[in-house]
Each structure stands twice: as C-alpha cells, then as structure tokens.
C-alpha cells in the first residue's frame, strides 16, 4: 500500500488534513474548557428537550451500527471451522447488523483463514448505504424537502429577508453536524456546500447566485424578483476550545484568528463580485459564524458601525446559555436582542438579527 502512513508522514504537503483524534490524557490540563452552567439540575429554558432526544437517539443508533461491526466478525470469525458456517454466519450478520455478507468470501473458510479485512469493508460500506436509503427514504430527521419543518423554516426565512440561504462550512468531519445538530436547521432548506478552511469558490458560488435570481425571475421560486428580498451567504468555520493549537482548522494550521479573516475575505469577494459584475443595487447579505469542535458553541459575528461584518466583535452562544440560565423565557429574549443589537424588543430586529435569535 503506498499510501499507507501518508496522513502521518512530515512530508505529505498534498493538502490541509483534519488533526488526528486526539485523547484526554494528551490535553494540557492547564487549558481550561468553558462548562455549561447548570440550572439547580433543570435546562435552560430555552432548550428543546424533545429535539434533543431525537437528536441524540438518531446519532446513537448510527453510531451503533458501525460499532456493532467489530464484535459481530469477531463471532463469525470464531465459528468459521464449525459445521454449517455459511448458513450461521449469514444468520448471525442478519441478525446483529440487517445485511448478508458475501458468500464468495464466507465460501472460502475450508482452505484457508477468513478474510476479515475484506468483510469489515464489505460491511461498512454496507451499513452507509443502509444509513443512506433510509435517510431518504425515512427521513429520520424530518427535514426532507416538502416537511413540515423544512416549509416552515423557508417562510421563517423570507420573514426575515432572505430568499435563500447558503452555508459553507469547513469540509473537516467535525463540522458534518452543523446544518441539522448544531444549527437545528433542516437539512433541504439549505444549500450547503463544505470546503476545505470553509474557503468556498467564489465563481461557483457567484453562478449559483445568478441561478437562484433566474428562478425567480423566471418562475416566482421562492419568490418572485420584484421582492425586496436578499441572498444569505454564510462561512462557518471552527476551532477547539480544548485544544487551540492543535485541534483547530487544520487548513489554517489552528489560528482561529486567521481562519476568520480569511472566510471574512471570502464573504466580501463574493460581494464584490456580485456588486462588480450586475448592476441595479445587486448585493447579497453575509454571515460569519464560528463553531467550536468541543463544545458546538457557536461564536456569530456582528456588524461593525459600517455595516461590514468585525472580525472582534463577536456574540457566543455559550455565553449567552450561561448569563441566562437562570432567567425566564422573556428577560432572556431581552438580553439577546440587547446583545447582538441596540434593541431589546423582538420586533425592532432587522432581517439578519432575527435571524440571529432564532
Ligand atoms: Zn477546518
């Protein structure tokens, strides 16, 4: 195997990797991680408790699927020389992961030792396209196009000025859940697109732009162009609260700093391009988010007095859980209004910040 330990050799410059798992005991214990403060044992009242579960029964049970892999060939393995293997084999991989194995491998125990290697491949990729068919036949998560949540999330949008949103995340695997976990945004009404550094292509982004304001123009989805309505592009990228040094974006050597300046280059390219190449007032709204790997804090930030997005001024979300943990549904409101604007009524908020607040 010649690319065998490329991840790991001094020398591999083909490209940015995400860091290597990395273990508690290795983890400077003078390096502090920010808590969840908690409430006398209770939520916070703002948390969805329901979506939570099925969040997490969601993330269990795949997980699940991939670890049970392990212990069930450990099971065949051991029964290989036995009587009737192909029959209790097939039966055992049914019963412990719903697939068959491939009988042309099974078949082959009497002159020689089961090819693990092989059934471990065959059975993950297996499970993935289990996973897969009943993400979109099933739609665990409820968040398909045409969903209760999905249809109610793009009327939220256009409430709030946007006639679509655009995420890009970074493409690192820590930042997989961020659409649907992170954000508890549905997954179809949103187009996601993830990137190395989150450094997205600005001429493919700029055609998509000009493809969703053809629609519009052409057939009234989501709207028609004649409203005063705008393109939300967001960059999410992310560092490690626990591990700053290390376990940051690994497109940006883990400098948190740098790897928002540089999605904030790319946002204000993609604008300038926009406003450059259409006239007519053409421009499209921007977004900066952090996230962090840890703990899922999100770190939004806000508009300087200029109307560009600031590098400094950020709200964190974790922050915000802790300050207000204590305090009821209304002064909580409040105080994020207050926070991410001079506000401290719901109903001032412009577009962007009511999309902040929920
Ligand atoms: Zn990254």
Known sequence: MVLRGLAKAKNFTLGPTAPMKSFSEHIDPKIKTRKLRNRSGESHHFTDQLQNKKLYDYELKTKKS???????????????HNENFLKNAQQISQNNLGIDLPSYILEKSW????????????????????????FFKNDPLEGSSGSIEAKNFEKFLLDCGFHLLDITPCSDGRLAHTVAYVMRIPFSAVRRRSHAGALFDIENTVNRWIKTEHKRYREGVPNPADKDTRYLKIVTYHFSSVDPLHQGCAAHGSNDALAAEEGLNKLNAFRESVENSFCCGASVDLMLIGL?????????????????????NTVSTLDIYNSTIDKSVDETSQEICQLISNYSCEKDLTGIENLFIN
């Open 66 to 80: 991939f670890d049970d892999i392990v212990s069930t060939l450990k099971e065949i393995a051991y029964i290989q």
């Open 111 to 134: 002159v020689k030792p089961l090819d693990m290697r092989a059934l471990y491949a065959w059975c993950v990729f297996k499970q993935h396209a289990k996973f897969s068919d009943d």
């Open 292 to 312: 962090d790997t840890d703990t899922d804090a999100l770190k939004i930030h806000l508009n300087s007095k200029d109307g560009n997005i600031s590098l400094e």
